[in-house]
């Protein structure tokens, strides 16, 4: 059973950093699709950064392109979302989806979420001064 779990979300000032881990357990082959998607009060969920494809494109919102990095490690099956010059508009709820089955993106177009069936909890990074 896969499971996933995010970890390293708080409180920020504006302009700071974060790094979010996503350990996802369960799966068993090197080539799956992960990704981050965020939440904020009274806004439907998006997609912020996704891998689908060990050998596709990354994803990355137009609202985070350029201060936000994913990043995975295969061997530990962890992503990693490096979060940088943030802003109050990036506070949200952050959730890790992954799903055993990639979907190959040569341009990092897109990261549909009804494409992930498996997400973790949530973790919250607020970014207030």
């Known amino acids: 059973q896969l499971q996933v779990a995010e970890s390293g979300g708080g409180l920020v000032q504006p302009g700071g950093s974060l790094r979010l881990s996503c350990a996802a357990s369960?799966?068993?082959?090197?080539?799956?699709?992960i990704g981050w998607f965020r939440q904020a009060p009274g806004k439907e969920r998006e997609a912020v950064s996704c891998l689908g494809s060990s050998d596709g494109g990354t994803y990355y919102a137009d609202s985070v392109q350029g201060r936000f990095t994913i990043s995975s490690d295969n061997a530990k099956k962890t992503v990693y979302l490096q979060m940088n010059n943030l802003k109050s508009e990036d506070t949200a709820v952050y959730y890790c989806?992954?799903?055993?089955?990639?979907?190959?993106?040569?341009?990092?177009?897109?990261?549909?979420?009804?494409?992930?069936?498996?997400w973790g909890q949530g973790t919250q990074v607020t970014v207030s001064s």
């Open positions: 369960g799966l068993t082959r090197d080539d799956y699709a």
């Open positions: 989806a992954a799903d055993p089955v990639p979907y190959y993106d040569a341009a990092g177009s897109s990261c549909p979420p009804g494409l992930y069936d498996y």
